[in-house]
């Protein structure tokens, strides 16, 4: 065992552990892990590598678990994990292969690792989280926004992008409404796909389309098939019908529309 005695003001053990106070600072420095322990199944370690962890225990079969963890030598953060393999790392098991769970102020998700709440209540409000590619500036970003308040509230997700310049407000893309629907370009999809757009079409230029669909396959042969639409019947996920483009030409101009059906 290891006694503690006070020495230069400073109270020090016989190994190199030392607990003192320097200019309105408290000070411990230690050459072995060190617990902060409110009780018997929790407790604040910092490891003697400069680790620090919040860890619990069972009482019953004293089993450890970590589930923070700050490693010193990567300067990342797990929870769930003392491995983390990127700046923030979030582990766990779901438990099952069952839908998610909705999160409300009485019931929680296992599936869920990561929960971002907005509390402002109000409808129309965005909060998400951005992405960057340069220091301090985003490009966009994801959001959720409340678009009603009663029953159990309801909300659409979006995708948003920053218009080109340093500041200022940054501009829907894509929206992902609880109905289903998505919607590019527009904030309102009448459909399960409303695709809406303001650039002039130009065949000459390639530009403008609204939808376009394209193929790399390589070949010329008059009646090679490229990207085609198709179309199911009522019932099932068969397909019926499609309408598709074909090359009536080695020229790759040479190009016309084709309809299939069964």
Do not use: C
Request: net charge negative; hydrophobic share 30%; no cysteine.
């Amino acid at each position: 065992n290891q006694q503690w005695m006070i020495m230069d003001s400073m109270l020090k053990n016989n190994g190199n552990s030392e607990f003192y106070k320097r200019d309105f600072t408290t000070y411990i420095d230690a050459d072995e892990d060190f617990l902060i322990r409110p009780n018997n199944n929790s407790a604040f370690k910092v490891g003697a590598s400069g680790d620090i962890s919040f860890i619990s225990s069972s009482a019953g079969d004293g089993a450890v678990t970590t589930y923070f963890h700050g490693d010193a030598s990567t300067r990342r953060i797990g929870i769930g994990t003392t491995g983390p393999e990127a700046k923030l790392t979030i582990k766990s098991d779901p438990g099952d292969t069952n839908q998610p769970t909705r999160i409300t102020n009485s019931s929680t998700d296992a599936h869920t690792g990561l929960f971002l709440n907005g509390t402002g209540n109000a409808t129309s409000e965005k909060y998400g989280m951005q992405f960057g590619g340069y220091d301090e500036y985003s490009i966009g970003g994801i959001f959720g926004v409340l678009d009603s308040t009663g029953g159990s509230t309801s909300g659409d997700i979006t995708i948003d992008f920053a218009n080109g310049t340093s500041a200022g407000a940054l501009i829907e893309k894509v929206r992902f409404t609880h109905e289903g629907n998505v919607g590019i370009g527009v904030s309102t999809p009448g459909a399960r796909l409303h695709v809406d757009s303001d650039t002039a079409f130009s065949l000459t230029a390639g530009s403008g389309d609204t939808l376009l669909l394209t193929n790399d396959k390589t070949t010329s042969a008059v009646g090679a098939i490229g990207p085609t639409i198709g179309f199911g019947n009522m019932n099932d996920d068969e397909r019926t019908a499609a309408i598709g483009t074909i090359r009536t030409g080695a020229d790759h101009d040479n190009m016309g529309l084709a309809f299939f059906t069964h």
